[in-house]
């Protein structure tokens, strides 16, 4: 069996399907995005697709270290994200090859569903207590939403102040076995991410998420002194090499490696291995498509340490498409009593509806990362 055809496909809201097609009619799905720069994933993986074409697309850890380690620069976001899209495709075609589902090949299931959570406060997070509220009522046990706005590095009291009258009016809406987790998104700085990490404290978050960006992670040092509550990143972190130090540091307890952008389901089963033996949990990130929810629940399956994972239904990027729309069965993403059960059909487990990822492909998108600015008009985080 040997690679053919590259065929790429820009959807909306914010996603790029890649669909490998080989000559015995098999095909495998992946999503490699960077969200904001599609147009330039899109290009990496045309670039390294030009390697694999008439090859064999079974043999895909040599595949990955060639692709990987065959350029003198390696990593980043692009780079690894395009890698990362393929190496779904390719796993989706060997289990539809051999008639099994990812997780059976990497091992074997270790559960039979993985706890999912609901987003429900986005970039300027309003109305969250109702919202929270309404997602436990449709059977979620854990929900997520963003803390803050723009914050400066030093900020007035009252912004903190705001956050925490959110976040108890969500306790308060849900009560105390609900999970709830406060994702800072970066856009925090050292001095404020202690001022919050401390007041949120009493609420128990469920985990506090990049409460800075990742090139600061050596303030989780001082930060972790300020509460108890579990600190969780990694969504920005690439291969095994990203995580490397996070681990050794020890002050992360939950890291999130993004499927489609960490390198693919069998790096990301790597980095989790490497978590459990630092005994750190693992909550894939995944704010994406099906595609990449479909390879973030087949590692889900076969990783003991896995405890919750990320799904972008109803989310608030997902604008005038959703999670479910280029499924041909949307069923395969059930949700019950907060769970979703381990897909059991060969490779990621899903059929694309094709029909209407070429009529969205057809018009595309152009999405890009909001541009914020503080009052004095510098560039503040998003």
Same mark, same amino acid.
């Given at each position: 069996?040997?690679?053919?055809?590259?065929?790429?496909?820009?959807?909306?809201? $914010?996603? *790029?399907?890649?669909?490998?097609?080989?000559?015995?009619?098999?095909?495998?799905?992946?999503?490699?995005?960077?969200?904001?720069?599609?147009?330039?994933?899109?290009?990496?993986?045309?670039?390294?697709?030009?390697?694999?074409?008439?090859?064999?697309?079974?043999?895909?850890?040599?595949?990955?270290?060639?692709?990987?380690?065959?350029?003198?620069?390696?990593?980043?976001?692009?780079?690894?994200?395009?890698?990362?899209?393929?190496?779904?495709?390719?796993?989706?075609?060997?289990?539809?090859?051999?008639?099994?589902?990812?997780?059976?090949?990497?091992?074997?299931?270790?559960?039979?569903?993985?706890?999912?959570?609901?987003?429900?406060?986005?970039?300027?997070?309003?109305?969250?207590?109702?919202?929270?509220?309404?997602?436990? =009522?449709?059977?979620?046990?854990?929900?997520?939403?963003?803390?803050?706005?723009?914050?400066?590095?030093?900020?007035?009291?009252?912004?903190?102040?705001?956050?925490?009258?959110?976040?108890?009016?969500?306790?308060?809406?849900?009560?105390? =076995?609900?999970?709830?987790?406060?994702?800072?998104?970066?856009?925090?700085?050292?001095?404020?991410?202690?001022?919050?990490?401390?007041?949120?404290?009493?609420?128990?978050?469920?985990?506090?998420?990049?409460?800075?960006?990742?090139?600061?992670?050596?303030?989780? $040092?001082?930060?972790?002194?300020?509460?108890?509550?579990?600190?969780?990143?990694?969504?920005?972190?690439?291969?095994?090499?990203?995580?490397?130090?996070? *681990?050794?540091?020890?002050?992360?307890?939950?890291?999130?490696?993004?499927?489609?952008?960490?390198?693919?389901?069998?790096?990301?089963?790597?980095?989790?291995?490497?978590?459990?033996?630092?005994?750190?949990?693992?909550?894939?990130?995944?704010?994406?498509?099906?595609?990449?929810?479909?390879?973030?629940?087949?590692?889900?399956?076969?990783? #003991?340490?896995?405890?919750?994972?990320?799904?972008?239904?109803?989310?608030?990027?997902?604008?005038?498409?959703? *999670?479910?729309?280029?499924?041909?069965?949307?069923?395969?993403?059930?949700?019950?009593?907060?769970?979703?059960?381990?897909?059991? $059909? #060969?490779? *990621?487990?899903?059929?694309?509806?094709?029909?209407?990822?070429?009529?969205?492909?057809?018009?595309?998108?152009?999405?890009?990362?909001?541009?914020? $600015?503080?009052?004095?008009?510098?560039?503040?985080?998003?």
């Amino acid at each position: 069996m040997k690679m053919t055809a590259f065929k790429l496909y820009r959807v909306a809201p $914010r996603w *790029l399907f890649l669909k490998i097609e080989t000559d015995e009619g098999i095909a495998g799905w992946g999503e490699p995005i960077v969200e904001g720069r599609a147009g330039t994933v899109e290009a990496c993986v045309r670039e390294l697709s030009e390697y694999l074409i008439g090859k064999s697309p079974l043999t895909i850890e040599d595949h990955w270290q060639t692709l990987y380690r065959g350029g003198f620069y390696r990593g980043g976001p692009i780079l690894t994200s395009a890698l990362s899209g393929i190496e779904q495709a390719l796993w989706d075609i060997t289990g539809k090859y051999v008639n099994l589902p990812v997780w059976q090949m990497l091992g074997g299931a270790a559960r039979e569903k993985i706890r999912v959570y609901s987003w429900i406060g986005g970039d300027r997070p309003h109305d969250v207590a109702a919202a929270a509220k309404e997602k436990v =009522d449709a059977g979620y046990t854990a929900v997520k939403m963003n803390a803050t706005e723009e914050l400066n590095y030093i900020d007035a009291h009252s912004k903190v102040e705001a956050v925490i009258e959110r976040i108890a009016a969500v306790r308060e809406a849900v009560g105390k =076995d609900v999970g709830i987790g406060i994702d800072f998104h970066g856009r925090v700085h050292k001095a404020m991410a202690k001022q919050l990490a401390r007041e949120l404290d009493p609420y128990r978050p469920m985990f506090l998420e990049e409460p800075v960006l990742p090139e600061n992670n050596e303030a989780l $040092r001082e930060i972790a002194r300020y509460t108890t509550a579990p600190i969780a990143t990694g969504e920005r972190q690439y291969t095994r090499w990203g995580f490397k130090q996070i *681990l050794i540091d020890g002050y992360v307890d939950i890291i999130q490696p993004d499927l489609s952008h960490a390198g693919g389901i069998l790096e990301v089963k790597k980095i989790a291995a490497m978590a459990e033996a630092f005994d750190v949990a693992v909550a894939p990130h995944c704010p994406l498509g099906p595609i990449a929810l479909a390879a973030s629940l087949q590692v889900d399956a076969c990783t #003991p340490n896995a405890i919750l994972q990320e799904q972008s239904l109803g989310i608030h990027y997902n604008q005038g498409s959703d *999670l479910l729309d280029y499924l041909a069965d949307p069923s395969v993403f059930a949700y019950q009593d907060g769970h979703v059960a381990i897909p059991s $059909r #060969p490779g *990621l487990g899903i059929e694309i509806n094709e029909e209407a990822v070429e009529q969205a492909a057809a018009k595309g998108h152009d999405w890009r990362n909001p541009v914020w $600015r503080h009052e004095d008009g510098s560039v503040a985080e998003w």
